[in-house]
Nanobody, 123 residues
Framework: QVQLVESGGGLVQAGGSLRLSCAASGRTFSTYAMGWFRQAPGKERDFVGKIVWSGAITYAESVKGRFTISRDNAKNTLYLQMISLKPEDTAVYYC?????????????????WGQGTQVTVSS
């Protein structure tokens, strides 16, 4: 069982930056694929980006060039650095883990989820 805890959300003005963190329990963090998703009110949970066991990273088109995913396996922590934030980035952001070490952008590929952290971008 893996527990994921996100932090770092908050209220920021358009054009601002935030860094989200996702702390994971367990000793096999480095073998998991990790993903970031977001969900705005009344909408489906959308893929933001992922990093698989090999270190390969994929981003959604809407965040390319603005968001950066990284992981620190020594700290069992996943990060999402967000810059040039827009009001449409407002959502609850979730981190997720896939036991297989490889995952697509699909929600159903992920086995464990955090509780989410709210990001609000004001215009």
């Amino acid at each position: 069982q893996v527990q994921l805890v996100e932090s770092g959300g908050g209220l920021v003005q358009a054009g601002g930056s935030l860094r989200l963190s996702c702390a994971a329990s367990g000793r096999t963090f480095s073998t998991y694929a990790m993903g970031w998703f977001r969900q705005a009110p009344g909408k489906e949970r959308d893929f933001v980006g992922k990093i698989v066991w090999s270190g390969a990273i994929t981003y959604a088109e809407s965040v390319k060039g603005r968001f950066t995913i990284s992981r620190d396996n020594a700290k069992n922590t996943l990060y999402l650095q967000m810059i040039s934030l827009k009001p449409e980035d407002t959502a609850v952001y979730y981190c997720a883990a896939a036991k297989t070490g490889w995952a697509t952008s699909a929600v159903y590929d992920y086995d464990y989820w955090g509780q989410g952290t709210q990001v609000t971008v004001s215009s």
